[in-house]
């Protein structure tokens, strides 16, 4: 993760987008790595909620949903 040193919030929340974004992809690449359904349930979910968060920080970039503008 980058350390900015920006007080720009824009910038911030594509930082961490990003570190959001490698998470969720690795979560989904190990999916296919175990076999225990338990764990791939908790990878899967976990993934979901990420690529929610994902699409939350997106709009909030480009304050496309009403409450961020």
């Given at each position: 993760?980058?350390d ?66």
């Open positions: 993760m980058k900015l040193e920006t007080s720009d919030p824009r910038e911030h929340s594509q930082n961490i987008r990003s570190e959001l974004q490698k998470v969720a992809e690795h979560l989904r690449r190990d999916l296919a790595k175990v076999e225990d359904p338990q764990a791939k349930a908790l990878f899967e979910t976990s993934a979901e909620v990420l690529f929610g968060l994902i699409n939350a920080f997106s709009h909030f970039e480009a304050k496309s949903e009403e409450a961020w503008k």
